[in-house]
């Protein structure tokens, strides 16, 4: 089936460092990718939607210049968290959609910062 | 705005023990329902969905009925294994939308032998 490869899978990092999470597509071509993300017992939010070619969309209250999100081909979407900061450790995850309800998610990335 | 709440984890249980995971919903719309599972290591995958009230979705002996009337999808199994300790996730989402769900923070659960 189809199966989106998400890595890192942790990665630590110093504050006021950027750090790029990526997700490809490995048999498919994905021209749209959720970004979403989840604090602590708390649900995962969408923070964006990434289209191939095209800029990506946020959701109100995401940061578009903290969080770079670039889909420049069908098979790769990446996120970039700018000047991270520890109140952005988080754990980040991709979706690519498959048509009606489909979804295929990357494994996920625990982010955090110290 | 909509939004889905389920039971606190962790959730311990004996291999072949009752499974319940609760999850209630508030919507301002119709929405379709779902069941997400992670397994260690492993993405979100699609365990089951409801489209409409009433309906009741099922999958390797997991199920969840669609109850407006409680505004629930409670997700049941009847003897769970060793291989079934993952987190679950509850979700909503709509059709003819860009795609997005609405999910709820995610039960782990831990099956002993």
């Known amino acids: 089936g189809a199966v989106v490869s998400q890595h890192p899978s942790r990665v630590i990092c110093k504050s006021g460092t950027s750090v790029k999470i990526e997700c490809r597509s490995l048999?498919?071509?994905?021209?749209?990718m959720f970004w979403y993300r989840q604090f602590p017992k708390q649900s995962l939010m969408l923070m964006a939607t990434?289209?191939?070619?095209?800029?990506?969309?946020?959701e109100q209250g995401v940061e578009k210049d903290k969080f770079l999100i670039n889909h420049a081909s069908l098979t790769l979407s990446t996120l970039t968290v700018t000047s991270a900061h520890p109140e952005d450790s988080s754990f980040y995850i991709c979706?690519?959609?498959?048509?009606?309800?489909?979804?295929?998610f990357g494994s996920g990335t625990r982010l955090t910062v110290v | 705005g909509d939004s889905v709440t389920q039971m606190e984890g962790p959730v311990t249980l004996s291999e072949e023990a009752f499974l319940t995971i609760n999850c209630t919903y508030t919507?301002?719309?119709?929405?379709?329902l779902f069941w997400y599972v992670q397994y260690p290591g492993e993405g979100l995958q699609l365990l089951l969905k409801?489209?409409?009230?009433?309906d009741k979705g099922s999958n390797k002996g997991f199920e969840a009925t669609y109850r407006k009337e409680t505004t629930s999808f409670h997700l049941e199994k009847g003897s769970v294994q060793v291989s079934d300790s993952a987190v679950y996730f509850c979700?909503?989402?709509?059709?003819?939308?860009?795609?997005?769900?609405?999910f709820g923070q995610g039960t782990t659960l831990q099956v002993k032998p």
């Open positions: 409801a489209t409409k009230a009433d």
């Open positions: 919507a301002t719309g119709y929405p379709s």
């Open positions: 048999d498919f071509q994905a021209t749209t």
């Open positions: 990434s289209n191939e070619g095209s800029k990506a969309t946020y």
């Open positions: 979700a909503l989402g709509y059709s003819g939308n860009t795609g997005k769900l609405i």
């Open positions: 979706s690519a959609p498959q048509g009606g309800y489909g979804y295929t």
